[in-house]
Nanobody
Framework: QVQLVESGGGLVQPGGSLRLSCAASGFTFRRYAMSWFRQAPGKARELVAAITTVGDSTNYADSVKGRFTISRDNAKNTVYLQMNSLKVEDTAVYYC?????????WGQGTQVTVSS
């Protein structure tokens, strides 16, 4: 079955960096677009970044442009989110999503907390 396992979250100070990973299994990874979403307490889940099947096109939420980079390694069935210059408002649970079918598939999420 489809599995998406996020890792790399944690506590970081403002201005710091983290790299999230999402390991995929149970489907042909290279055939599907991937994305990262996040959900802060009391807020709706929002799209952070997305990447095409071969990684030739990406898009980002305005709030993270220039600070976050999404990438993928189809040989390793993994999608990444490099997060630099983190801000307190980036605090959220981060989820990866595989664009399979109408609803897609989601990982369990990884917590990112930005605090001094």
């Amino acid at each position: 079955q489809v599995q998406l396992v996020e890792s790399g979250g944690g506590l970081v100070q403002p201005g710091g960096s983290l790299r999230l990973s999402c390991a995929a299994s149970g489907f042909t990874f290279r055939r599907y677009a991937m994305s990262w979403f996040r959900q802060a307490p009391g807020k709706a889940r929002e799209l952070v970044a997305a990447i095409t099947t071969v990684g030739d096109s990406t898009n980002y939420a305005d709030s993270v442009k220039g600070r976050f980079t999404i990438s993928r390694d189809n040989a390793k069935n993994t999608v990444y989110l490099q997060m630099n210059s983190l801000k307190v408002e980036d605090t959220a649970v981060y989820y990866c999503r595989a664009a399979i079918g109408a609803a897609g598939y989601w990982g369990q999420g990884t917590q990112v907390t930005v605090s001094s």
